[in-house]
């Protein structure tokens, strides 16, 4: 297939070790119902084949593969495949996940039909597990839009598929190699919260993505209180750079996890005082 020069959006796919669910992922967006897209595979340092997979669809001049040579983590291989979106608009597809058919049209249209400044459109998620080698259809996460900055900072869930505005990441600084995530964990929530400073987030109210639940992309319960510490020292940082109005109120998921419980408002003396600290 020739290049498409009229391409509208890429798909950045990270990958590192699932050579054998790279394919479904991979056949999701060659089943989109438009066509004008590109594909950036990047193998983030696999040792079991899935750069060679991704090889596999390079037939396609629609699809690029970027080998690293070391894991670097999701957020930095992210962040690697950047320079080379070359569309208005890119959305990410996590590896062991798949795209509904109709998923880049409906994200398209809702950017396209939302405000210049609007920064990322998100749409609902079918949950699968598998049950004696086969997937079963679990809960479906919906998302939503939101008012503010504010109102997403006090968001617990995560956003699916995330569409992005390729110049708003570029302008937001694209995926941080952060000092407490180090570009490995809470990388799209940090996106996201950069985002939300300086435009709006779209929602499509259908369900355009599919996650694959197992145990190996389900923390373990160990790695909860160090994960917790990352997540705490990333928001306090946000709201230190968004002028510090408000104190936050952390509270204890039912499962272990650190969420934002709520948001009192600081008196300006008191911003300002820690602010200069």
């Known amino acids: 297939m020739a290049a498409n020069r009229e391409a509208q959006v890429t798909v950045v796919l990270a990958v590192h ?39 596999r669809y390079r037939w396609d001049d629609r699809v690029r593969v ?29 590896s062991d996940d798949w795209f509904a058919p109709e998923a880049l049209a409906h994200l398209l249209a809702a950017m396209e039909a939302s405000p ?14 598998t049950e004696q080698g086969r997937l079963v259809r679990d809960a479906v996460l919906r998302g939503r839009p939101f008012s503010d900055k504010f109102e997403f900072f006090r968001y617990g869930p995560y956003l699916v598929p995330r569409f992005y505005r390729t110049d708003a ?11 407490d995530g180090r570009g490995r964990y809470y990388e799209d929530k940090l996106l996201l919260l950069k985002l939300a400073a ?4 779209a929602h499509v109210d259908r369900v355009l993505y599919h996650v694959r ?5 389900l923390t373990r319960p160990e790695e909860r209180q160090r994960l917790n510490a990352i997540k705490k020292a990333m ?11 408000y104190e936050i109120v952390w509270g204890l ?7 934002v419980a709520d948001l009192v408002p600081r008196r300006p003396a008191d911003a300002q005082g820690r602010r200069n600290h």
Do not use: C
């Not at 050579?19 to 967006?29: D, K, M, Q, Y």
């Not at 990441?169 to 000092?179: I, L, Q, T």
């Not at 639940?213 to 992309?217: E, I, K, R, T």
């Open 17 to 55: 070790n699932r050579a054998r669910e790279l394919p479904t992922a991979i056949a999701s967006v060659f089943a989109q119902t438009m066509s004008d897209w590109e594909l950036i595979v990047v193998d983030d340092g696999s040792t079991d084949g899935s750069a060679a997979v991704a090889k």
């Open 66 to 94: 970027l080998e690293l040579p070391e894991n670097v983590g999701l957020g930095n291989a992210l962040q690697a495949a950047l320079p080379h979106v070359r569309t208005p608009y890119f959305v990410t597809l996590d």
């Open 116 to 129: 210049r400044d609007t920064v990322v459109a998100s749409a609902n998620a079918q949950h699968w597990r």
């Open 169 to 179: 990441v570029r302008r937001a600084g694209g995926f941080e190699r952060d000092p």
């Open 198 to 201: 300086i435009g709006r987030f």
């Open 213 to 217: 639940l197992h145990g190996a992309n």
């Open 235 to 245: 928001y306090e940082r946000i709201m230190r750079e968004w002028g510090d109005p």
């Open 253 to 259: 998921h039912p499962e272990g996890w650190l969420d």
